[in-house]
């Protein structure tokens, strides 16, 4: 009963961050500085939002899965959690040089 009233509240609380960041990247500010300063770079270095809403898709799975029966499950599950972040953090570094961010993607998702 515990584990069960733990798991909503995790994820109502998972929801709740979910809505605030897209409210922060949609009004291009936020209160949670955590969450303003992502904003903040995210519009800075054009990051793209598929990258974004693979990243949260995949931490949502860390709150119900912990099995991936298929290795297309697991693909994707490792795309969202290491893969997208290379994939941002190369944005930044490259600070909007596409050849440059092009070139360095497979080793930035290999990070």
């Keep these: 009963f515990v584990v069960c009233l ?9 929801l709740l961050f979910e809505k605030e960041l897209e409210d922060a990247l949609k009004d291009r500010i936020s209160l949670n500085p955590i969450l303003n300063s ?4 995210y519009h800075t270095y054009s990051i793209p939002k598929h990258l974004v809403d693979s ?3 995949s931490m949502r799975m860390d709150l119900v899965k912990n099995i991936y029966r298929t290795d297309a499950e697991y693909k994707e599950y490792i795309y969202g959690s290491a893969d997208v972040v290379g994939l941002m953090c190369l944005k930044v570094f490259v600070k909007g040089d596409i050849e440059a961010y092009e070139n360095l ?3 930035a998702m290999a990070l």
């Design 38 to 41: 992502f904003q903040h770079t």
């Design 6 to 14: 733990l798991f909503i509240a995790f994820s109502l609380v998972f």
């Design 105 to 107: 993607k497979e080793s």
């Design 55 to 57: 990243f949260m898709k």
